[in-house]
C-alpha cells in the first residue's frame, strides 16, 4: 500500500479509526474477501461519521483515486448479497 487513507482532519481519533476500518474493509474485498455482515457494519460507522451524500462521495473518490479500489462497487454488491455471503470483488 503506497497511498494514505482520506481523512477529515476535524474528526476525533475514534472517528479517524472507524473511517480506516471502513476503507481497510474496501480493500480486503478486493484482496481476499469479507464477510458481508462484517463490511455492512464497518460501513455504517463510517456513515455515522459521513453522514452526508456529497462528504462520502468525495472521500471515497479520493480512495478510489488513490488505491485503485472502489468503496461505491463494494457498497453496491453487499447491499445485493444476503447477510451471510462473503463479499469478493474481482
Known amino acids: 500500500m503506497d ?3 482520506p481523512i477529515d482532519h476535524t474528526w476525533s481519533t475514534e ?3 472507524q473511517a480506516i476500518q471502513f476503507f481497510q474493509a474496501v ?3 478486493y484482496e481476499k474477501g469479507i464477510k458481508r ?3 455492512m457494519s464497518a460501513y455504517r460507522q463510517f456513515k455515522v461519521i459521513v453522514p452526508g451524500k456529497a462528504e ?3 472521500l471515497c ?3 478510489e483515486q488513490a488505491s485503485g479500489y472502489s468503496p461505491y462497487q463494494v ?3 453487499a447491499k445485493e448479497l444476503p447477510d451471510e455471503a462473503v463479499l469478493r470483488i474481482k
Open 37 to 39: 455482515d462484517e463490511f
Open 15 to 17: 472517528e479517524t479509526v
Open 61 to 63: 473518490g479520493e480512495f
Open 75 to 77: 457498497t453496491k454488491k
Open 56 to 58: 462520502e462521495k468525495k
Open 3 to 5: 497511498y494514505q487513507y
Open 27 to 29: 480493500e480486503e474485498a
